[in-house]
């Protein structure tokens, strides 16, 4: 029976050794950790603009939380707006709080909203945003985006489009309240409408377009805004598809020696972009098949005096005014 005793008690000082052992690793967890409070951070990036009656404010949405986390449960935005005082710079958004008014509620999904702007013109016009969960919890305030709200100008009327040599010249009818100027808009096909210039009046020559392809144009007017011109609505749009229907520059510095069995003419080369060559007439007879690419030509067998008409051709067939020469 000692015998047996003493085989025992060792391995129960072991269990009792290794339970110890485990009791205090136990021991170094810490406390429970707060709950997250789940707090969106705020929007960032608002800015606003004017376009026609209304105002466009952006933002760019958050992607964590207060705490650093990714924020899963976003619901909405919420839009602010309150008139200013011109003078001095703006309070902070907090200080205005109490006298925001929402002006908008955008899905989790939008990062943009239109405000009327009738109603506020002539006022400096403060805009903020803030985000909300599905709680209920709400961000701080956004940076504030400042406007000077302006009257837009009338649209302009009695657009016209006329192809001329030098592109696509427009016209229209001064619009009321452009004090800016106009913006010139093109769209070509499918492809989407863009600013292709500005003018300072109601006249404009598009000199990007290009002869065979179709084009459609609109105009607006722009108004004075100390944060910027604002456009107004754009005129009625015209078509036009402009032909080349004008003949390229007459050749220049003709000049003509008469050789003993020739006369040789030579002339400048010609800057038209789409010359195709050149015709040599003598007493209203062509004297060459096809057109000449040089500007140059050699009449062997000439009479004394010879009468010669030199002109330059287009890829479309228009030929310019004749260069005139009499060889003795």
């Known amino acids: 029976m000692n015998s047996e005793a003493h085989v025992v008690r060792p391995l129960v000082v072991v269990s009792l050794a290794a339970a110890a052992l485990l009791a205090g690793s136990c ?14 951070a705020r929007a960032e990036n608002v800015r606003a603009q004017q376009v026609e009656d209304r105002v466009v404010v952006r933002w760019t949405a958050p992607l964590l939380t207060t705490e650093g986390a990714a924020l899963k449960n976003l619901s909405r935005f ?42 506020r013109y002539g006022q400096r016009t403060a805009f903020a945003v803030r985000a909300i969960t599905t709680k209920g919890k709400m961000s701080l305030w956004s940076n504030l985006a400042v406007l000077d709200l302006t009257a837009p100008p009338e649209a302009p009327a009695g657009l016209a489009a006329t192809a001329t040599a030098d592109g696509v010249a427009l016209e229209w009818t001064a619009a009321q309240g ?51 011109s604002v456009p107004g609505p754009s005129s009625e749009s015209v078509a036009i598809t402009p032909r080349d229907e004008f003949p390229p520059r007459p050749p220049q510095g003709l000049r003509g020696v008469r050789a003993p069995q020739s006369v040789e003419l030579a002339w400048s080369s010609s800057s038209e972009p789409d010359l195709a060559g050149y015709t040599v007439e003598r007493d209203g007879r062509k004297l060459h098949e096809g057109l000449l690419t040089a500007p140059a030509f050699s009449d062997a067998g000439a009479p004394a005096p010879a009468a010669y008409e030199v002109r330059a051709v287009d890829q479309n067939g228009n030929r310019s005014e004749a260069a005139s020469i009499t060889v003795e």
């Open 27 to 40: 021991g170094q967890v810490g406390a429970p950790l707060p709950p997250l409070l789940n707090i969106p």
């Open 178 to 228: 452009a004090t800016a100027g106009y913006l010139i808009e093109r769209s070509t096909g499918s492809a989407a409408t863009q600013v292709v210039g500005n003018a300072a009046g109601p006249a404009y020559v598009d000199s990007s377009a290009r002869f065979g392809t179709a084009y459609e144009y609109r105009v607006r007017g722009r108004a004075e805004s100390p944060s910027g």
């Open 78 to 119: 919420i839009v602010y707006a309150v008139e200013i005082a011109k003078d001095g710079p703006p309070a902070a958004p907090e200080a205005l709080a109490p006298h925001f008014k929402t002006v908008g509620d955008v899905p989790a999904t939008g990062e943009s909203l239109e405000v009327p702007a009738v109603g």
